[in-house]
């Protein structure tokens, strides 16, 4: 104990203070839901941040290797503006890890929705990709997650990389970077071009199963139902 307080009272204080020193949020000053939601995710990168946060707990430099465009500076302001609002916690990893990592809220959960109908919406203005886009094979999570109904795990095998896939999950991560932890109920395989086009929206993912675009293994319910679609 320390002029009174406990350790963790004192941390909880400093973390307090921390957030305090942070910047005013900027706001439209508008009565206007939208306008609110607006004030907390519009700017640049944050709801890409979330994006990439429905993994899952991320370290500093897992983010910034995710997010190609953004500089440190940037990224380290949005991060500390999604912690004050209440999107975002980080904590420190226990050892050997002792890194620290950012994840959602329940608040920054919920917009998943949100960027799942932005996304949808967005699918129009996708065109052919360019020689200077960058690519992630988890991009395409969102995209598949859309096209996909039930519940459990589908591992997606792209040739840029593995991801899988957590349809129907009420809470936690959607999706996960590399092989899916345990058997999982489905697997996928397929090319860059069938994601780019269900991302475009040119094509759906039942269309290119039965066209043999996409290989389907597994004897989980939800292989089971996409060989049937």
């Known amino acids: 104990m320390l002029l009174g307080f406990t350790k963790f009272e004192l941390g909880k204080s400093n973390n307090v203070s ?8 900027r706001s439209y000053d508008q009565y206007c839901s939208a306008a609110r939601a607006l004030d907390l995710v519009g700017d640049r990168w944050t709801l890409l941040i979330v994006r990439e946060l429905l993994a899952g707990p991320r370290r500093y430099t897992d983010l910034h290797a995710d997010l190609p465009g953004v500089s ?18 980080r ?33 129009a203005e996708l065109g052919e990709r360019r020689p200077t886009d960058a690519v992630r094979a988890h991009w395409f ?20 990389g593995e991801f899988y896939l957590r349809v129907g999950a009420q809470e936690g991560p959607v999706y996960g970077d590399g092989p899916a932890p345990g058997a999982a109920d489905a697997r996928l395989a397929l ?17 290119a199963v039965r066209s043999g675009r996409v290989t389907v293994s597994g004897e989980g319910t939800l292989a089971k139902a996409l060989r049937e679609a």
Do not use: K, N
Request: glycine residues 8%; hydrophobic residues 45%; negative net charge.
């Open 72 to 89: 440190t500076d940037v990224l380290a302001s949005r991060l500390r503006d999604m912690e004050r609002d209440g999107l975002t916690t």
């Open 191 to 207: 090319d860059a071009a069938v994601c780019e086009a269900v991302a475009r929206g040119e094509l759906t993912l039942a269309d």
């Open 91 to 123: 904590r420190r990893l226990p050892p050997p890890g002792a890194a620290y990592v950012y994840e959602l809220t329940a608040r920054g959960w919920a917009l998943l929705p949100v960027l799942q109908a932005l996304g949808s919406w967005g699918e």
């Open 18 to 25: 921390r957030l305090r020193r942070m910047s005013p949020r």
């Open 141 to 160: 999570a969102l995209p598949l997650l859309r096209a996909l109904e039930g519940e459990g795990i589908v591992a997606v095998q792209l040739e840029e």
